[in-house]
C-alpha cells in the first residue's frame, strides 16, 4: 500500500490505552506536512470520541474511521496550519 501512497504514512497504536492513541496521533499528525496522509490503527475504544475531535482540533480531515473487531482504523490528511507552540 506504501507503494499506491508515498505521502501515507502508517501507524500502530494496537494495544495502548487512552491517553496513549490520541497523544501519539497528535505528534504524528503535527509532524506531516500539509497534504500527507495519516492512517493509525489502535484497539482503545475511547478513540472513537477522541481521535475524531483530534483530527478537528488540529484542523486535519478525517477522511474515514472504521471499526473492525476490536481494532479500529482512522484515516486522516494533514492540513496547512501555523506551528504549535
Known sequence: MQDDEPDRVELDL????????VL??????RALGAGRVLVVTCTDPMAMIDIPNLVREEG??????????????????????????
Open 14 to 21: 494496537t494495544g495502548l490505552k487512552c491517553p496513549l492513541p
Open 24 to 29: 501519539r496521533t497528535r505528534k504524528a499528525l
Open 60 to 85: 486535519a480531515r478525517l477522511d474515514s474511521a472504521e471499526r473492525d473487531g476490536d481494532r479500529l482504523r482512522f484515516r486522516m490528511t494533514a492540513s496547512a496550519k501555523p506551528p504549535h507552540s
